[in-house]
Structure formats: structure tokens, C-alpha cells
């Protein structure tokens, strides 16, 4: 890559990082953002300013000293307590607003990208984008992004700004005070006399610009590593959460050994990349150690032959000392932060590839197909509808069919043929559908999906029962009837018990409390994915009659997915998935 590439790799770079940073400050916060990031700034500059006051201090103490000046000593004592308290209080308040204005940021950058993450089913697409031939890969752990990345991105970056501004504001106030107190170096070659002004300066010029360069190229490598390292720290911690979510299964199958043998394969990955990270940046504190320790007794090397001749006193010669370091910290930042930098870039690279996400899902097919209409009557409609897997392979196609209200359809064909993604399809959250489907005016109101897995939140029963609603919207006897109604009278007490109910419950109860959900909001359109799978057949067709009678009191439909034929029983009209003689797709969905 030549320089020009870089360059333009780095202005898009801070294109995109100042696309990240200012949403904040021009969102409803604007004006307490703007007024934290002005108190500090300020707060930075007096923090210079004093220590300008402090650089001068140094003169008149250490002259003393050297003239023996009693009187002096203890005034500029006096002196130095309160411009130390000065500082003191500087400082805190400092740290206090920075604290501050991060974690303001941290709340508004978390709180918008939940709400982008949970709108619009975008959870849901990216993880389906994981297996789509997109030409950008789906990021990895969205959760991390969202609780660890966003932090480190403000904190990082609240305090990498303020420390290049300071850097910047302590040079502008340094630089002149060396150049002053430096004096010039004059000196002969090939017979001519030659004369450096600010000669301290330009030797500080240097040397921070070699160690920058050099810094640049030993610790280079540390982005990578820093990148790779946190994305194998979320992939070990996920694979964690999941033998846990899943430890009856695992249990069952004695499964552990393999797990056993998957989470020490991911920790080697956490550990192997760490131990370069450790080596990278071992390489780096060796430059830097160097670098910083030979700092400390350059300037007097090189204002010692002026202060042997006389030429200065021991107060201007600590006075250059303490310029000099300003001046040199000032352009060593780069040096000083760089393994900061590469932390915050490795950061930074995660969250801009995680809204390159959100924003691919609003330009590319993985778009949904939203329904295009209310039909005309009391009934859904499906037209040319065409469902593809997400490869792009065709899978299931269908001309013209309808459900009406009154209809107990159900669904048939082999397994793997596209019922389930029909369901996905007809809910509108399956992003590969083309065609038409028209739904009832009052669908989106009054329909309910149960799936074979139900999902139900930790915490109290009557909110797993209640959800994705407010517990508070039913009543007790509402709540203890639906489960009365689902065959789980037994539950009907612990509505208040707080648990995992989703590893507390056996699979038969768990689909028996989804079905309660049903009869607990009575919706009018009904879709049952095999969710009676692991109830026997008695319970299977107890609740199917509850089912059937609780839609056909409000002229719904009951829609079901299922392999046993008992549940055929329960319904009038069946749709068939048939193999596509045409070749277009794999199954013809067709009404028999």
C-alpha cells in the first residue's frame, strides 16, 4: 500500500469515526453534551495554564536554593501550596466531568443501538445474514458490541481527544518558554560558522518525530491482535452461555467431553492470540522504556555546557528541564498512547462494521417483504409467492391461495420442506420472499405464533406468561385460568416464583405454557409450528379443541404444522408442499 493509499485510508477511516461520535452531540442531549465537553475543555486548559505557572515556579525555588535565599524559599514554598491546590482542584473536577460525559455517551450510543438492533426484526436478520453469500460478513456477537465495545469506544475516546488536545495546548505553551530559555547552538563547518535560535526545541522536534516513527512500526501489529482478541473473548464467553442455556441436553447426551474439548479449542484461540498481544506489546515497552528514560537526562546533557560556563543558573536550568519534558511529552502522545490506540482502532473497526450492518440491511435483499396490502375481505391471500433459502437456493412456491376466516388449515409436507419458513414468511420476518400476501385489517392486531421452542424471559411466571405484554395488563384469575386451560393447574400458585422457566420447564410444559399465552390473549389468527410435538396424544388433542373452539369464537383461523395424523382430525382444509415438477423451486405449496 503506498502512501497515498494510507492517506486515503485514514481520512475515510475518520470519516466514518466522526459519523460514529456526532450523532450524540447534535441528538436531544445536545446541549448538556456540548456544555460537559466545553467545561472540560476548559478545565484542560487551566490544567495547562497551571502547570505554565508551575514551570515558572520552578525557577525562583531552585534559584534559591542555589543563592541560599531563605526569604525566597519560603515564599516560593508558600507559593507552590496554592498553586498546588489550584491544580488539585482542576484535576478532580476534571476527572469528575470527563467521567461524566462518558458515561452520558455510553448510555445514549447503548440505548440507540438497542433500539436499532431490536426494530424492524434486525436481531433477527443479521443473524439469518450469517448464512447468506452477502459480500460482507454479518459481525460477529452483537452483544459484546453493544455492552463492551460502545464503552470502550466513548471512554477511549473522551480520553485519547482530551490527551491530544492537552498535548497540543501544552506544546503551544511550552514551546515558546524553551525556545527563550535554550539559547542557540553555534558551531563551524567546512569553515563556515553556523547558528541553531531555540536549539532545545528543534533537538525535541526530533527526537519525538524518530520516536513516533519508530513506535509506529513496532507496535503496528498490535490493531490486529487487539481486533482478533476481543472477538475471540466473545466467541469462548458465548459458547460458555450456551452449554449452560443448554445443560439438561447436554447432560443427557453425556455430552461434556465435547464440549469440554470445544471450550478448551476456543480458550486456546483467547489464550494463543493474548500471548502475541503480550509479546507485541512487550516489544513496544522495550522501545518506550528506552525512549522515556533516555528522556529524562537529554535536556541536561544538553544545557550542562551552559551551565558549567555560567552561563545560567541552577533555577533556568531546571526551568529548561521541566520545558523540555512538556515539550517533549507533547510530541511523544503518539508514542506514549499507541497501545491505547490500538485498542481504541480495534474497537472502533467493531462498531463501524456493526453499523455497516444496519445499514445494509435497509439497502440489500435481506430487506423484508412486508405485506403489500390489506385484502379485501376477511381472509389472507397468498400470490406468487417464491421462498428462497438463504444461499439463494429456490425452496417452496405457490400461485394463488387463500385462508379464510372460519378455515382449520393445516400445513403437510416432508420434513424440511418449508413449512416452518412459510410461518416466517406469512409473519413477515423472512427477508429471502417475493410474490404478494395480503392480510386481514385486523392481522397484525390479533395474530399469535407458536413455535416448537418458545421463548420465555427470566424472571416471575406471570411474566413469561404474559410476555411480550405487561404482566399488569391481566389479572390474577386470567392468568391462573389460562393455565388452567393449558393443563398446567399445578403453576396456577407460582405465578410469582421468579426462575429460568426455559430450563426450569420440561418441553411438554413449556409448549403447554406457550398454548396458554393463547388462550390468555384469545388472538384470531392462530399459527401452530408443531407446538404440541412433546405433549402424548390425549393432552395433544385436549388442548387442539380448546384451540379450535377459542378462534372459532372470534371467526378466526386456526393454522397448524404438524406430522402426527391425529392432529389432522382438527382440520378442514389442508395445504400440501409437493415436489416442483417445473424445477423453479423444490416444493410447490398447493391446496388439496
Known sequence: MTLIDKFQSFRVFTRKVIRLALPYFQSEEKWKARGLLAAIIVLNLAAVYMLVLLNEWNRGFYDALQNKDQPVFWRELGRFTYLAFAFIVIAVYRFYLTQLLQLRWRNWMTAHYMDRWLSNKAFYQLELARFSKTKDAPPDNPDQRIAEDLNMFTSDTVGLTMGLMNAVVTLLSFVGILWSLSGSFAFEFQGKAYDIPGFMVWMAVIYSLAGSVLTHYIGRPQIDLNFRQQRFEADFRHHLVRVREYSESIALDRGEPVERQQLGGRFTRVLTNYLNLIRAQKRLIWFNNFYGQAAVVFPFIVAAPRFFSGAIQLGELMQISSAFGRVQDSLSWFVDNYSSLAAWRATTDRIISFE????????????????????????LQVENLQLALPGGAALLGAQALTLAAGDNLLVKGPSGSGKSTLFRALAGIWPWAKGRVRLPADFDQRVMFLPQRPYFPNGSLRAALAYPEAAQHYSDDALRQALSDALLPDLASRLDDEDTWGQKLSGGEQQRLAIARAFLKKPRWLFVDEATSALDETAEATLYSRLQA???????????IAHRPTVAAFHNKQWSLETDASGEARYRLVAT
Do not use: C, H, Y
Request: glycine share 8%; proline share 6%; net charge negative.
Open 356 to 379: 455497516a450492518s444496519f445499514l445494509a440491511l435497509q439497502t440489500s435483499e435481506l430487506t423484508p417483504a412486508n405485506p403489500d396490502g390489506q385484502s379485501d375481505g376477511d381472509s
Open 550 to 560: 377459542l378462534v372459532k369464537s372470534s371467526n378466526g383461523a386456526l393454522v397448524s
